[in-house]
């Protein structure tokens, strides 16, 4: 592993106040980092090719959901014409 990969570990057990792993964790770094790595061209390429999503990437169509309400109070979602399974 690598160090930035140990240290966003390392910081995530913080947030979720967790000292008793990182202590532990702390306890076999050396054993579990790696200071000599240096990513491969082609890590270094898949990494660059990943875009941010858009703000209208994937996102759905705005529909109008109809349903009833029972005696009872619950919801019951009704299937449009094309919907019928």
């Known amino acids: 592993m690598d160090l930035s990969k140990?240290?966003?570990?390392?910081?995530?057990?913080?947030?979720?106040?967790?000292?008793?792993?990182?202590?532990e964790l702390n306890e076999i770094k050396s054993k579990i980092v790696d200071e000599d790595y240096k990513p491969t061209k082609r890590e270094i390429k898949n990494f660059k090719r990943k875009e941010p999503y858009e703000y209208d990437d994937g996102s759905a169509e705005e529909e109008d959901l109809k349903y009833s309400v029972d005696d009872d109070g619950f919801?019951?979602?009704?299937?449009?014409?094309?919907?019928?399974?």
């Open 6 to 23: 140990f240290e966003d570990i390392i910081s995530i057990l913080k947030n979720s106040n967790r000292d008793d792993l990182i202590n």
């Open 75 to 85: 919801y019951k979602l009704e299937f449009s014409d094309d919907e019928n399974i």
